[in-house]
């Protein structure tokens, strides 16, 4: 949709659109909810999504054959930003009413998996999990997945432990990665998708200091597998993880701008109403400087996740692009919520406002989808090869 560095007119409107339905909807029930609701209620929730569906604006980064809009990695950095700036919108951008799609490595199933999982989940709104991380660490998954699937007749045996998966205890289903071959290190793991209530998988959830999308920690005791639940041929899960999650950590970049461009401008309105010694606080330097240095880092990283977006629509490698865009917007976002908190004073830290939200959640972002140490590496593999 998007020709050079301009905006096309089509995308700019859908944008109009999303930020209307955030600001006209989204925002006002929320403002009913309490400020740590990880969803908004279900009736409003399909109340919106209809009205989405019947816009085609429903999961529109998802192909069309599965009930998608097929929109391409740019188009929905630009979409995503705006669907984040509301105070559930880290980690459930548009509380979800623009759709949820389901863990990206089932692109890579065959044809009766995406039938049987893929499209019931874009149409039904579900959530899903992907279980990577286990308690022997969560940044080197080459080397840390333990979670043995052991091949018996047409069926895989699953015995092991996950650590911090995301939905798990409230999805139709998800796909974990395990060890199907102990020697063979990055080669020796396949990815399975996981049924709600399958024996022998039992989710429970960890309290952290975010309370949405709550993660679990998610044994599995001699749990049987049907061979038509693996996604992809044995030994080929994480390659499948990694290449398909990689695209999405422009979108999720994307996410970091557009909290960060809404924890801006509450700074930027609060510092134009509040008076101290006499002077609003919009006057003083200080405060200015610290509007100033949030604008300067926002929009680098937001060229950064364009830059690598197109990167990735005209089907260049793109894997260092999704290092930095996910590494910068992260930290950026910090650092632009933590000066907007310093702004509102002691409101910075009220549930009156969403500041003290996205300063908790904001953390976990240099934590989840690889933390910010080990997209160093990558970027200084890249430099250093
Ligand atoms: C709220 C939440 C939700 C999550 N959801 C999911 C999910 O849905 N699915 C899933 O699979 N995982 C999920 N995770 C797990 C997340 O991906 C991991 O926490 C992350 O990958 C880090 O793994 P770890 O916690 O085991 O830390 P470790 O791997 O033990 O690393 C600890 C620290 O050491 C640093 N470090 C590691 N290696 C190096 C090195 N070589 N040099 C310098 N520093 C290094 C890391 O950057 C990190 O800061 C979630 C985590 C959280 C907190």
């Known amino acids: 949709m998007e020709s050079g560095y301009q905006i096309s007119e089509e995308l700019a409107a859908l944008r109009d659109q999303v930020r209307r339905i955030i600001r006209d909807e989204i925002i006002p029930i929320e403002a009913k909810c309490d400020p740590d609701a990880p969803e908004i209620p279900q009736d409003e929730y399909w109340r919106i999504a209809k009205k989405v569906q019947s816009a085609s604006m429903w999961c529109m980064g998802a192909p069309k054959e599965f009930g998608g809009q097929g929109l391409n990695t740019f188009d929905m950095c630009v979409l995503t930003e705006e669907m984040a700036q509301h105070r559930m919108g880290l980690y459930n951008p548009g509380a979800g009413v623009f759709g949820r799609t389901p863990p990206p490595v089932i692109w890579a199933g065959n044809k009766e998996q995406l039938e049987k999982y893929a499209a019931p989940t874009i149409k039904n709104a579900w ?19 333990q979670c043995r699937a052991v091949r018996k007749g047409d069926t895989y045996v699953i015995n092991g432990t996950k650590i911090f998966i995301s939905h798990a205890h409230e999805a139709e289903w998800g796909v974990v990665f395990t060890r199907t071959d102990p020697k063979a290190g990055r080669a020796g793991i396949t990815a399975f998708i996981i049924k709600k209530g399958q024996p022998g998988f039992t989710p429970r959830p960890i309290r952290t200091l975010r309370t949405s999308a709550i993660p679990n920690e998610v044994s599995f005791e001699d749990c049987v597998v049907p061979i038509e639940q693996r996604v992809g041929e044995e030994g080929q899960g994480l390659n499948l993880a990694l290449d398909l999650l990689t695209r999405l950590r422009f979108p999720y970049s994307a996410c970091n701008v557009g909290v960060g461009v809404a924890a801006l401008r509450l700074a930027i309105e609060h510092s134009k109403r509040r008076s101290t010694f006499g002077e609003l606080l919009s006057k003083r330097q200080a405060i200015q400087w610290m509007l100033a240095d949030s604008e300067v880092e926002l929009r680098a990283a937001r060229w950064l996740t364009w830059d690598g977006a197109w990167k990735a629509n005209r089907g260049e490698d793109f894997r260092t692009e999704a290092s930095i865009a996910k590494l910068y917007s992260s930290e950026v976002l910090g650092r632009v919520i933590d000066r907007a908190v310093q702004i509102h004073g002691g409101y910075g830290v009220s549930k009156e406002f969403p500041l003290e939200r996205w300063y908790r959640e904001a953390r976990i972002r240099r934590i989840g989808e690889g933390p910010s140490e080990v997209h160093r590496m990558v970027i200084a593999r890249t430099l250093l090869r």
């Open 127 to 145: 959530h899903t999990f992907y279980a990577v991380t286990e308690p022997s660490g969560g940044s080197d998954p080459a080397n840390a997945i």
